[in-house]
């Protein structure tokens, strides 16, 4: 008898203990923090003006950066201007070319609602791999804003995620829509007390070198950029 109890204390014992593993492995498995990808390019500080897009669907800004081999992209974030009581809403494209033969290889309309004032993180899904090359953003005022003047804003002109590839700093320009013509604007060293600086436009690109990125989170569960 003192056997039988000893084995019945045992097996409940064991019960318990696997019963205890698999909560903790299941804990581990949904308390996981979500991962933010690696950055790849980018211009991430905001110098403190912004390029305005009046809202006509004629007004268009585009920023370029180069990739240095091929890579995942999975988002870019942007710093864009809201306001405390009109929505600002913006077209945004990423493209292969500003000229000729455009590839589009993603898009987002963006609403930032009132009211959100001053400068606002907003986020566009690519999820492509890309080759080395380089490659624009392109944003534009909606025509649907009931902000007078959107706005994306102005990098310090002086920091660069250059993980991947290259920054080009400085800003193209439209008055004539997403379509062109572009003209590229940039600053020189000296240019008086009058000086507008054309830096790049802000934007943080993130991914992974080549076609993907496996990254472990716990044992036994992968997740793939």
């Known amino acids: 008898m003192k056997r039988l109890l000893t084995l019945l204390s045992t097996l409940t014992t064991l019960r318990k203990i696997a019963f205890t593993l698999l909560c903790c492995t299941v804990f581990m498995v949904f308390a996981a923090p979500a991962q933010t990808p690696p950055t790849l390019v980018g211009a991430p500080t905001v110098g403190g003006s912004y390029y305005g897009m009046y809202p006509n669907g004629s007004n268009s800004q585009a920023a370029g950066f180069t990739l240095s081999g091929s890579a995942h992209v999975t988002t870019i ?110 600053t020189g060293s000296s240019c008086g007390d009058n000086c507008y600086y054309y830096w790049a436009p802000v934007f943080t690109v993130y991914g992974a070198l080549g076609s993907s990125e496996t990254q472990i989170l716990v044992p036994g569960e992968q997740t793939v950029y």
Request: no cysteine.
């Open 77 to 186: 974030d942007l710093v864009l201007l809201g306001d405390s009581t009109h929505n600002a809403i913006y077209d945004f494209s990423l493209q292969n070319s500003l000229t000729g033969s455009i590839t589009p290889i993603a898009q987002a309309t963006i609403t930032i609602t009132a009211p959100n004032p001053g400068p606002n993180i907003e986020t566009m899904t690519v999820n492509a791999t890309l080759p080395a090359g380089t490659y624009y953003l392109v944003g534009t005022g909606d025509p649907a804003s009931s902000l007078t003047v959107p706005g994306w804003y102005v990098s310090d002109g002086t920091t660069f995620i250059t993980n991947a590839g290259s920054v080009t700093n400085g800003v193209w320009y439209s008055v004539s829509g997403p379509s062109g013509p572009w003209t590229f604007e940039t």
